[in-house]
């Protein structure tokens, strides 16, 4: 949606998917990277009780830990070689090969341009990762006040920056319902449970997030429809062809 509204705002299509391609990086990037330090911090203290993992638990924490650092790394080394020039020319070598590779060289080559404008936009990029880093803590104690609201004290806010990377990349990749329904409420019970909290918890507090999320963005909705009739209002119409004369 964000993509397909900056390309019909800007009518720059190949500028709308680079922007979108590299916050998807980023983003993704500062979500696990928060997951990896968070694990990382309670498999060397426990959690903030004080208490220690063990047995399934802690197995569970390591592949956190290792799962969310490995992936961090992986990402981090993708979107260098976004930048890059000398790895673009070699994914350029690579696309050029493949079957239909004849039919989507001006749609590479545009895209590559695109990119091209980040591989020096540190600032951009930096503020980027902050905004990212800023909405993974929000969305974190959203969920701790939502949890502790139903039962106090039933999680800590370091687990919740543990499991909430994991929630998220769980929904994009298993896109089966709009806004990840159904996934997202399944993810909450399962990292609950593995964490040593209770799935039933975490589904309650899975359909409170998403249900409170929803409230919140229909003000939003509102006025982007709103905007998107004025915008159709302004368009000039056509006038009636002039009859010509006999």
Do not use: C
């Given at each position: 949606?964000?993509?397909?509204?900056?390309?019909?705002?800007?009518?720059?299509?190949?500028?709308?998917?680079?922007?979108?391609?590299?916050?998807?990086?980023?983003?993704?990037?500062?979500?696990?990277?928060?997951?990896?330090?968070?694990?990382?911090?309670?498999?060397?203290?426990?959690?903030?009780?004080?208490?220690?993992?063990?047995?399934?638990?802690?197995?569970?924490?390591?592949?956190?830990?290792?799962?969310?650092?490995?992936?961090?790394?992986?990402?981090?080394?993708?979107?260098?070689?976004?930048?890059?020039?000398?790895?673009?020319?070699?994914?350029?070598w690579?696309?050029?090969?493949?079957?239909?590779?004849?039919?989507t060289?001006?749609?590479r080559?545009?895209?590559a341009?695109?990119?091209?404008?980040?591989?020096?936009?540190?600032?951009?990029?930096?503020?980027?990762?902050?905004?990212?880093?800023?909405?993974?803590?929000?969305?974190?104690?959203?969920?701790?006040?939502?949890?502790?609201g139903?039962?106090?004290?039933?999680?800590?806010?370091?687990?919740?920056l543990?499991?909430?990377?994991?929630?998220?990349?769980?929904?994009?990749?298993?896109?089966?319902?709009?806004?990840?329904?159904?996934?997202?409420?399944?993810?909450?019970?399962?990292?609950?449970?593995?964490?040593?909290?209770?799935?039933?918890?975490?589904?309650?507090?899975?359909?409170l997030?998403?249900?409170?999320?929803?409230?919140?963005?229909?003000?939003?909705?509102?006025?982007?429809?709103?905007?998107?009739?004025?915008?159709?209002?302004?368009?000039?119409?056509?006038?009636?062809?002039?009859?010509?004369?006999?």
């Amino acid at each position: 949606m964000r993509g397909y509204a900056l390309a019909m705002d800007t009518r720059r299509r190949a500028d709308a998917a680079a922007s979108i391609l590299i916050d998807r990086f980023l983003g993704l990037l500062v979500f696990l990277a928060s997951a990896a330090v968070a694990s990382v911090v309670m498999l060397l203290w426990g959690r903030p009780n004080g208490d220690i993992f063990m047995g399934e638990r802690l197995l569970f924490m390591r592949i956190i830990a290792l799962g969310s650092t490995g992936a961090s790394l992986l990402l981090l080394l993708l979107l260098a070689a976004l930048l890059s020039r000398r790895m673009k020319q070699t994914a350029e070598w690579f696309l050029s090969r493949l079957p239909f590779a004849k039919r989507t060289p001006p749609i590479r080559q545009k895209l590559a341009q695109a990119v091209n404008a980040y591989r020096h936009a540190y600032s951009a990029l930096l503020v980027s990762a902050l905004i990212s880093f800023i909405i993974v803590v929000l969305t974190s104690v959203n969920i701790w006040l939502i949890t502790n609201g139903i039962a106090p004290g039933g999680i800590g806010l370091a687990e919740v920056l543990a499991i909430n990377p994991i929630i998220v990349f769980i929904s994009l990749f298993v896109p089966f319902l709009p806004g990840g329904l159904g996934v997202r409420q399944g993810a909450f019970y399962s990292t609950f449970f593995l964490i040593g909290r209770s799935g039933d918890l975490g589904f309650a507090v899975g359909i409170l997030q998403q249900l409170i999320g929803l409230l919140v963005s229909l003000p939003g909705g509102l006025l982007w429809i709103r905007g998107r009739r004025d915008e159709l209002a302004s368009l000039p119409v056509d006038s009636p062809p002039e009859p010509q004369a006999q």
